[in-house]
T-cell receptor, first 114, second 113 residues
Framework: GAVVSQHPSWVICKSGTSVKIECRSLDFQATTMFWYRQFPKQSLMLMATSNEGSKATYEQGVEKDKFLINHASLTLSTLTVTSAHPEDSSFYIC??????????FGSGTRLTVV | DQQVKQNSPSLSVQEGRISILNCDYTNSMFDYFLWYKKYPAEGPTFLISISSIKDKNEDGRFTVFLNKSAKHLSLHIVPSQPGDSAVYFCAARASNTGNQFYFGTGTSLTVIP
């Protein structure tokens, strides 16, 4: 089935630094990639939708200059958290739309900013 | 505003019995619904879906029921197995307003051997 590989699975970074999270579709072409964030005991909140070759569409309240999304190819989308702060600590997860099953999710990235 | 709600954060069921997970939504334009299962430190995996033209969809031990008038869907797992212990999310989409799904907060299911 369709697989999305997400790396890293966890990362600890210092406040003020940037972190890049990659999502690769391994056996299909992901025209659209969705990026979610999940805080403890809360649901997955959509941050942005990226389409290959075009600018990402951000949900209301999400700072596009802080969360840089690049979807340069049909198999790779990246999320860069710039100038990370402790409040950015969260579980970030990508997903790609597949024709049959709706979404295929990456395994997620646990970001801790210290 | 939480458009999809799972009011039970946790559920415990004896192995072999039925597990019933519930989900309510507020947007009457939602026309496609999914259930996902999530283990700790892993991404959600698709379980079963249902479109608004149906009121039931069955796949093995998993059955999803949709009550459009009540804006309610439920997932039945019969018989429940210890390996079913996970967090279950329901998600909904309104096809005419985009491809994004809205997720509930999840229900943690524990199946007791």
């Amino acid at each position: 089935g369709a697989v999305v590989s997400q790396h890293p699975s966890w990362v600890i970074c210092k406040s003020g630094t940037s972190v890049k999270i990659e999502c690769r579709s391994l056996d299909f072409q992901a025209t659209t990639m969705f990026w979610y964030r999940q805080f403890p005991k809360q649901s997955l909140m959509l941050m942005a939708t990226s389409n290959e070759g075009s600018k990402a569409t951000y949900e209301q309240g999400v700072e596009k200059d802080k969360f840089l999304i690049n979807h340069a190819s049909l198999t790779l989308s990246t999320l860069t958290v710039t100038s990370a702060h402790p409040e950015d600590s969260s579980f970030y997860i990508c997903s790609a739309e597949t024709g049959t099953y709706g979404y295929t999710f990456g395994s997620g990235t646990r970001l801790t900013v210290v | 505003d939480q458009q999809v709600k799972q009011n039970s954060p946790s559920l415990s069921v004896q192995e072999g019995r039925i597990s019933i997970l519930n989900c309510d939504y507020t947007n009457s334009m939602f026309d496609y619904f999914l259930w996902y299962k999530k283990y700790p430190a892993e991404g959600p995996t698709f379980l079963i879906s249902i479109s608004s033209i149906k009121d039931k969809n069955e796949d093995g031990r998993f059955t999803v029921f949709l009550n459009k008038s009540a804006k309610h869907l439920s997932l039945h797992i019969v018989p429940s197995q210890p390996g079913d212990s996970a967090v279950y999310f329901c998600a909904a989409r309104a096809s005419n307003t985009g491809n994004q799904f809205y997720f509930g907060t999840g229900t943690s299911l524990t199946v007791i051997p």
